[in-house]
């Protein structure tokens, strides 16, 4: 769609909310659910179906379409972008796609870091973690990285729920600039400060891979061959940053 016809679509959708400029509007950014669908299914297990994250992707967009409000000065490519991925993160949540052994691994991995947490007065390492539960840190770092849907971590997260009780996630609330209070301004700038200050005290690695595959948005295998490691170091990497910075938000 050219500019000017896009421009058009947008201000007949806008002022009549014609469902025929909604249509227009929404087959023209269909290539983003094509886009974070994939970057997304790259890091999910196989029986995964694909088609049912499309179709999650599409309902995300159109939330977007008719929740979208130009007067908030944000791009729709970068709202619709975190309403599409909270779309489908929701319905990998509600899923119940790990097996009964992963499951269980996952579970005595996130009690032994709460108990060490609890007795140590600070984060849990890595390495006191695996000791924690019996296994060994590359069987942790897989455990992790098979549990973590989509790799995303305590920036998509829920974590509390707004004034009418909808649950929002991190990310939301970080891209959502407008119509805050004083009160909420002071929350999330101590928020941004405090993710800040967690990306900081990573070591280099794990730092790179975070701000490589959350920033720069470059896959893992595309950051293996950017580092000159294989894929699977770049998953270990990744999955210790994720360990370490949960541990350092929950603190």
């Known amino acids: 769609m050219a500019d000017s016809e896009l421009k058009r679509a947008w201000e007949t959708f806008l002022s009549k909310s014609d469902e025929k400029a909604r249509k227009e509007l929404a087959y023209h950014y269909l290539p983003m659910v094509d886009f974070i ?3 997304l299914a790259m890091n999910l297990p196989p029986h995964i179906d694909r088609d ?6 599409v309902i995300g967009l159109l939330n977007a379409l008719d929740n979208f409000d130009p007067k908030r000065e944000v791009k729709f490519e970068t709202y619709a972008s975190i309403r599409i991925k909270g779309a489908v993160i929701d319905h990998l949540r509600k899923e119940d796609w790990l097996s009964r052994p992963l499951r269980k691994k996952a579970l005595d991995i996130e009690r032994a870091s709460e108990e060490l947490r609890g007795r140590l007065k600070r984060s849990p390492t ?7 539960v019996g296994m060994s840190e590359d069987e942790v770092s897989e455990t992790i990285h098979k549990s973590t849907a989509s790799h995303l ?3 998509e997260k829920e974590m509390y729920d707004d004034e009418e009780g909808i649950g929002r996630s991190l990310g939301d609330y970080l891209a959502d600039t407008i119509n805050l209070n004083p009160h909420e301004e002071t929350e999330k700038s101590l928020l941004i400060r405090h993710m800040a200050k967690a990306l900081e005290k990573l070591p280099d690695k794990e ?3 975070i701000n490589l595959y959350y920033f720069e948005e470059l896959t893992l295998k595309e950051i293996g ?3 000159k490691v294989s894929e699977s170091r770049v998953c270990q990497i ?6 370490l910075l949960r541990e350092m938000m929950k603190l």
């Open 37 to 39: 669908i994939g970057r």
């Open 52 to 57: 049912d994250l499309e179709n999650i992707g």
């Open 126 to 132: 890595f390495n006191e973690v695996a000791k924690r």
């Open 153 to 155: 971590i305590s920036i």
């Open 207 to 209: 730092r790179k891979v």
């Open 225 to 227: 061959a950017l580092l």
């Open 238 to 243: 990744h999955s210790r940053a994720v360990f």
